[in-house]
């Protein structure tokens, strides 16, 4: 986008009131206006800029991040010697690998005999033997 100067804004501002019948004279109302759109000018120019650098960051860091995809990672499989013989005709179907690994089977173990366990909120009290005397 063209950078706009700060008194074509002004100029264009002027020739729209005029046509709808408001003449700006000199005064301290024109000067505030023509401040207001230099202002406004700067502002619009150095968001301009502000975005086309954005954009070309992104862009950079848009490339470098397809760089990484397309590059090859991992390790890479040793390579294979060529067969002896050569294979069947038809080679059978390749098996559907599983997603994760498979968990361990659990051991088991044998049935525990359970021992008498006091009722909760009862507690086992030992009884003092009464010693006369």
Do not use: H, W
């Amino acid at each position: 986008m063209k950078t706009i100067d700060q008194d074509e804004l002004f100029r264009n501002i002027t020739q729209f009131l005029q046509r709808k019948g408001v003449e700006l004279k000199e005064g301290s109302y024109s000067k505030r206006l023509q401040q207001c759109c230099g202002l406004l000018a700067d502002v619009v120019n150095t968001t301009n800029k502000t975005v086309a650098r954005a954009c070309a960051e992104v862009d950079q860091k848009l490339k470098d991040i397809r760089e990484t995809v397309r590059r090859p990672s991992g390790r890479k499989p040793p390579p294979q010697p060529a067969p002896a013989e050569p294979g069947p005709v038809f080679a059978p179907p390749p098996r559907p690998q599983a997603k994760g690994r498979r968990k361990p089977a659990a051991k088991r173990t044998a049935p525990v005999a359970s021992k008498r366990v006091a009722a909760p909120g009862k507690r086992k009290v030992a009884r003092k033997s009464r010693s006369a005397g």
